[in-house]
C-alpha cells in the first residue's frame, strides 16, 4: 500500500474505458499492447476499423495509424504492423498530411516500429 491507497489495477481501469471515437480506442489499443492484453487490443482494433471509416481527416488518420503500428509492434502482430505501415506512408505523402501537425505525431509512432523506419 502507498499512503495507505491501494495498488491502483490498471488492467480494471483498461475494461472501463471507453471505445467510442478513434482517438478513446487508440488509447486502449495502445495500453492493452504495453500490458499483453490481447482480447482489449483485438476489441480496440476492431473498433478503430469501423472508426477510420468514419473519420474524414487524414491527418488525425495519419496519427491514428502510427499508434496502431506501434501498437502492434509491441503486441507482436505483425499481421497490422505490415498492413498498417504502408497505409501510414500513403497518408503522409498527400499533401494535406504534409502540412498538418499531426504530422510529427504520426511520423514520431512510425519511427520507433523499428530501425529502418526510424532511419527511413
Same mark, same amino acid.
Given at each position: 500500500?502507498?499512503?495507505?491507497?491501494?495498488?491502483?489495477?490498471?488492467?480494471?481501469?483498461?475494461?472501463?474505458?471507453?471505445?467510442? +471515437?478513434? !482517438?478513446?480506442?487508440?488509447?486502449?489499443?495502445? $495500453?492493452?499492447?504495453?500490458?499483453?492484453?490481447?482480447?482489449? !487490443?483485438?476489441?480496440?482494433?476492431?473498433?478503430?476499423?469501423?472508426?477510420?471509416?468514419?473519420?474524414?481527416?487524414?491527418?488525425?488518420? $495519419?496519427?491514428?495509424?502510427? *499508434?496502431?503500428?506501434?501498437?502492434?509492434?509491441?503486441?507482436?502482430?505483425?499481421?497490422?504492423?505490415?498492413? +498498417?505501415?504502408? $497505409?501510414?506512408?500513403?497518408?503522409?505523402?498527400?499533401?494535406?498530411?504534409?502540412?498538418?501537425?499531426? *504530422? $510529427?505525431?504520426?511520423?514520431?509512432?512510425?519511427?520507433?516500429?523499428?530501425?529502418?523506419?526510424?532511419?527511413?
Amino acid at each position: 500500500m502507498f499512503f495507505g491507497l491501494s495498488p491502483f489495477n490498471v488492467k480494471h481501469a483498461l475494461a472501463s474505458l471507453k471505445t467510442d +471515437t478513434l !482517438y478513446n480506442a487508440s488509447v486502449v489499443l495502445y $495500453a492493452s499492447a504495453l500490458l499483453k492484453d490481447k482480447s482489449h !487490443y483485438l476489441e480496440a482494433l476492431s473498433a478503430m476499423e469501423i472508426k477510420f471509416k468514419e473519420t474524414p481527416n487524414n491527418s488525425f488518420k $495519419a496519427w491514428m495509424l502510427g *499508434r496502431v503500428a506501434l501498437a502492434a509492434t509491441h503486441m507482436g502482430d505483425q499481421e497490422t504492423v505490415v498492413k +498498417t505501415v504502408p $497505409a501510414l506512408k500513403d497518408l503522409l505523402e498527400q499533401k494535406e498530411v504534409a502540412e498538418d501537425e499531426s *504530422r $510529427a505525431w504520426a511520423l514520431g509512432y512510425l519511427a520507433a516500429v523499428n530501425l529502418a523506419e526510424y532511419k527511413t
